[in-house]
């Protein structure tokens, strides 16, 4: 693979993670859920492509765990919010 090519992913990469954690600081959290699942695959795609250039050995196993935990986190958490305004608008009523 061209260095130069290598070079740009990892500079593209670099602004998305920047506008993830952007958009991770919005008061909204559906906002927040994207964010952190973006971000998640984001740090994962540049563990991969860092792999690539020096060969470390661990980065696909830490990758493989960030796109499985991320995803599963966000879930969870959404589960969790859900759960947590209902109990709120019931006590409102």
Known sequence: ???YVIYFTLFTLVIGAFSSLKLCFHKNTS???IGEGLLAIIVATFLIVINEIYYIG????VAL???ICG?????AFSK?????NSKI???EN
């Open 1 to 3: 693979m061209n260095e």
């Open 31 to 33: 906002n927040v859920l």
């Open 58 to 61: 661990f980065a696909q196993s």
């Open 65 to 67: 765990f960030l796109l």
């Open 71 to 75: 995803p599963v986190g966000t879930l």
């Open 80 to 84: 969790t919010m859900i759960k947590g």
């Open 89 to 91: 608008t019931t006590k």
